[in-house]
């Protein structure tokens, strides 16, 4: 029996060391700190930003040179391979020039260490491409950045509504305690005959509405928590806590009128319609010649790697195409579609980008005015359910009516922390809207 109470007592202690693990208490600083170091969504859009930046580092190309070293090595008995394999390694002599040897010439090996190197030098598409890929890639760095703060603000907002899930488990566990009081005191006073047994039941189903809004108000605690973790990358199974309370923020003025040609979101619009118009100057840049420099070095042997003759080559060419079946000229078309497509957006994301501003400010507004007579109403409702409370207490009150006067409460204080987290998400919101501005 001993052994048996040891046993239950050690896995007492054990879940009680798992719950304790289960619960996290987590504060904001924490939360926007590790989204920034472990959201896959920004890790996603570090990656799309270095890539860009190596696209840009390859239209180099366009300036710097081609080098290559080849080494190639053969035996032959062609006549014409053969007479310029001895003459490419300096070996030609004057019997070499016998009819009968020059028509059938013995095998011959020939190793060749070539060092090509190809220089561009006017390639005007070529500039205008290099241009293209560097707007490219600063639209995808200031992607990124409006990415760092689209997922801050979503965890702060994520971070809000954990507060309000535990706000709401308060209140109900409140609402709950008082429900679970007025029944028992129902119930004696429908043992002494002062009330209905229908006041008895009444106050009964009001316990049991608000023990099952309470376990769904835990179990909101946990899908936030969920969504929270999600967000920073860290195990969903945890139920966070936040340190601080739901609260409102402070005030800010929404009054002035922000300019938006500064925030992320709007200069990555901007470097992408640069990017179009660059490639469709890069289109039109192909109906010119392209100037190009070129250089070999060249060391032949009988022997591999050996180094028994050398000479070089240098040269340039100019190229032009002149016509490719009308390929440049669909093209060209496409570029400027795509350019005035970009120019479109921009304008359009930006009076998009204005509205949503003005939205905001009117929702904060609106806000604003809720929380103030939400918060007198939760007052007002408080003290009435307390009246009502102490006058059931002395038999002036009916039942329904408490009842009634708890629920109100309830719905009230449920109303009002409602209208904060509406208040601080609209903050939050128009913060994020404004940012670096």
């Known amino acids: 029996m001993k052994r048996v109470m040891t046993i239950a007592f050690f896995g007492l202690h054990l879940v009680q060391v798992l719950v304790a693990q289960e619960q996290q208490s987590i504060s904001l600083d924490e939360v926007l700190a590790k989204v920034q170091e472990a959201n896959t969504n920004?890790?996603?859009?570090?990656?799309?930003?270095?890539?860009?930046?190596?696209?840009?580092?390859m239209s180099r190309s366009v300036f710097l040179p081609n080098i290559s070293v080849s080494h190639t090595g053969f035996t032959t008995t062609n006549p014409l391979m053969s007479f310029g394999s001895k003459l490419n390694q300096e070996i030609l002599t004057q019997t070499d020039f016998n009819p009968p040897l020059l028509n059938d010439p013995d095998n011959i090996e020939n190793f060749a260490t070539i060092v090509s190197v190809q220089q561009p030098l006017v390639n005007m598409d070529g500039f205008y491409k290099r241009k293209a890929a560097k707007s490219t890639f600063k639209a995808k760095e200031f992607q990124f950045q409006r990415t760092k703060e689209h997922i801050g603000f979503e965890a702060q907002?994520?971070?809000?509504?954990?507060?309000?899930?535990?706000?709401?488990?308060?209140?109900?566990?409140?609402?709950?305690k008082s429900a679970m009081a007025n029944e028992k005191l129902t119930k004696d006073y429908y043992t002494e005959g002062l009330v209905q047994k229908a006041d008895w039941l009444q106050a009964q189903v009001r316990a049991s509405e608000t023990n099952d809004q309470l376990l769904d108000a835990k179990s909101n605690i946990k899908n936030a928590s969920a969504y929270l973790a999600f967000l920073i990358s860290e195990d969903q199974t945890v139920v966070f806590e936040p340190e601080k309370e739901l609260l409102p923020l402070p005030k800010r003025d929404v009054s002035q009128n922000n300019d938006l040609?500064?925030?992320?979101?709007?200069?990555?619009?901007?470097?992408?319609?640069?990017?179009?118009?660059?490639?469709?100057?890069?289109?039109?840049?192909?109906?010119?010649?392209?100037?190009?420099?070129?250089?070999?070095?060249?060391?032949?042997?009988?022997?591999?790697?050996?180094?028994?003759?050398?000479?070089?080559?240098?040269?340039?060419?100019?190229?032009?195409?002149?016509?490719?079946?009308?390929?440049?000229?669909?093209?060209?078309?496409?570029?400027?579609?795509?350019?005035?497509?970009a120019k479109l957006q921009l304008e359009e994301y930006l009076s998009k980008s204005k509205m949503e501003l003005e939205r905001t400010k009117r929702?904060?507004?609106?806000?604003?005015?809720?929380?103030?007579?939400?918060?007198?109403?939760?007052?007002?409702?408080?003290?009435?359910?307390?009246i009502r409370t102490n006058r059931f207490k002395e038999g002036l009150e009916k039942t329904t009516d408490l009842l009634m006067a708890e629920v109100q409460y309830a719905k009230q204080e449920l109303a009002y922390y409602q209208t904060v987290y509406e208040f601080n998400y609209a903050m939050a919101y128009h913060i994020f809207l404004t940012k670096d501005n």
């Open 42 to 57: 920004i890790k996603i859009s570090k990656l799309e930003t270095t890539a860009a930046e190596a696209d840009y580092g």
């Open 157 to 176: 907002n994520a971070y809000m509504q954990l507060q309000l899930a535990h706000k709401v488990v308060e209140v109900l566990e409140k609402a709950n």
């Open 363 to 386: 929702m904060l507004t609106d806000a604003e005015n809720r929380l103030a007579s939400s918060e007198l109403a939760l007052q007002q409702s408080k003290e009435s359910f307390q």
């Open 261 to 341: 040609k500064n925030r992320a979101d709007v200069r990555a619009m901007q470097k992408a319609a640069e990017a179009y118009k660059a490639n469709y100057r890069a289109e039109r840049m192909t109906f010119l010649p392209r100037l190009n420099a070129f250089g070999s070095y060249e060391l032949y042997d009988q022997e591999v790697f050996q180094t028994g003759a050398s000479g070089y080559t240098i040269g340039a060419s100019l190229s032009w195409d002149v016509f490719k079946g009308g390929q440049r000229f669909a093209q060209t078309k496409k570029g400027k579609a795509n350019a005035d497509k």
